[in-house]
């Protein structure tokens, strides 16, 4: 017998990044071009053009804001943050974040995190990052809630400027694996 308790996360096929071509809101499929995969903390070329299919129920986010999927066509050559997952051998977008202002990515260790402002700040450059609702967390190969986040984790993020405030679209969390436990382990003191 075999039991596999999924809880609040869901397994993804990748990451993925591009350029919003085209938003067919009746076959709800989206056209994307320059499609790049994470791939070690890189952005890995995939393909020029590749259609993927969404649900009506998959939450799309710009600027922390929810968008409905029938606006998808106003933001044609947006680029978007996608995690997407297998369904029945179909890429499906589970969940997707549009770039609002200017990407800046940073690899770096969570320092400090601040729930009261929905914001963290990263180890080596002290910068201070916000999150919501829309902001993708990945922790081992999973799409998480941004509670997973913790101090001390080391994180692949990509920022969207506004101005002086920097809010984290995707954090891709390395390193950690879903058995990432010390119980049942030997300490010497």
């Known amino acids: ?51 993927v299919a969404y649900s009506e129920k998959s939450p799309i986010y710009i600027g922390g804001q929810e968008l409905s999927p029938s606006k998808l066509k106003y933001y044609v050559g947006n680029t978007v943050y996608m995690a997407v997952k297998d369904f ?23 320092d400090e995190m601040n729930w009261y402002a929905e914001s963290f700040e990263l180890a080596s450059s002290h910068k201070n990052l916000t ?10 190969g999973r799409l998480v809630d941004t509670y997973a986040l913790e101090p001390g984790m080391d994180t692949f993020i990509v920022g969207d400027a506004r101005l002086d405030h920097m809010t984290a679209n995707v954090v891709y969390i390395y390193g950690e694996d879903l058995n990432n436990s010390n119980i049942g382990q030997d300490y010497i003191y």
């Open 1 to 51: 017998s075999r039991i596999s308790v999924q809880g609040k996360s869901v397994e993804i096929k990748g990451l993925y990044k591009g350029k919003l071509a085209s938003a067919n809101e009746i076959g709800e499929k989206l056209t994307l071009t320059n499609l790049a995969v994470l791939k070690n903390g890189e952005w890995e070329d995939l393909s020029s053009a590749k259609t």
């Open 88 to 110: 029945f051998n179909t890429d499906r977008v589970e969940t997707m974040v549009l770039k609002n202002q200017y990407e800046t990515t940073y690899s770096d260790t969570i």
């Open 131 to 140: 999150f919501n609702n829309g902001t993708i967390v990945i922790k081992n």
